[in-house]
T-cell receptor
């Protein structure tokens, strides 16, 4: 049973560019959350998607946007990249109504470097 | 707003010994869930142990156990019989009813042979 898969694993972009990161949730999970983890810090919540809609959003600017597809997979888009956007981006999935019971299942993340 | 504080940036322990990681949190919610996650160099966040706030009994998973003090808003993790594979960053995390998982800053644990 595949867990959460993220692509790509590493990415280098230039300031001002746009980037799209992808996530496929664990089988049986329909809720996807995205986190940003700066080096040496804890992950910060970006937003969560359920039923193809943004359910909750953390304290991130509108440059960060997302999408969820009918098969529950999700994309994270970041526009007008800044050097400070360099981080590990983690995707986490859970069955609806049960993240508190089981915690989230995380992928291995995408390491984004902005130069 | 919910906050999670881990006051120990780094801990070092000899193989087979015990180490305890501290975590405090702040919330006005009455029901919530607490977690410890492990993040090895492979980067994947792995769930170590989970505690439900309405349960007084401390959770245990093999060599991992917690000391949950609800009144003090404290949630420490004890790793017994430490193994080299326990070397990782450990994060305390908290979920209130809104399903948003909040993490502490992490504690790097190094197990020495």
């Amino acid at each position: 049973d595949a867990g959460v898969t993220q692509s790509p694993t590493h990415l280098i972009k230039t300031r001002g560019q746009q980037v799209t990161l992808r996530c496929s949730p664990k089988s049986g999970h329909d809720t996807v959350s995205w986190y940003q983890q700066a080096l040496g810090q804890g992950p910060q919540f970006i937003f969560q998607y359920y039923e193809e809609e943004e359910r909750q959003r953390g304290n991130f600017p509108d440059r960060f946007s997302g999408h969820q597809f009918p098969n529950y997979s999700s994309e994270l888009n970041v526009n007008a990249l800044l050097l400070g956007d360099s981080a590990l981006y983690l995707c986490a999935s859970s069955p609806v109504g049960a993240p508190a019971n089981y915690g989230y299942t995380f992928g291995s993340g995408t390491r984004l470097t902005v130069v | 707003a919910q906050t999670v504080t881990q006051s120990q940036p780094e801990m070092s322990v000899q193989e087979a010994e015990t180490v305890t990681l501290s975590c405090t949190y702040d919330t006005s919610e009455s029901n919530y869930y607490l977690f410890w996650y492990k993040q090895p160099p492979s980067r994947q966040m792995i769930l170590v142990i989970r505690q439900e706030a309405y349960k007084q009994q401390n959770a245990t998973e093999n060599r991992f156990s917690v000391n949950f003090q609800k009144a003090a808003k404290s949630f420490s993790l004890k790793i017994s019989d430490s193994q080299l594979g326990d070397t990782a960053m450990y994060f305390c995390a908290f979920i209130p009813n809104d399903y948003k998982l909040s993490f502490g800053a992490g504690t790097t644990v190094t197990v020495r042979a």
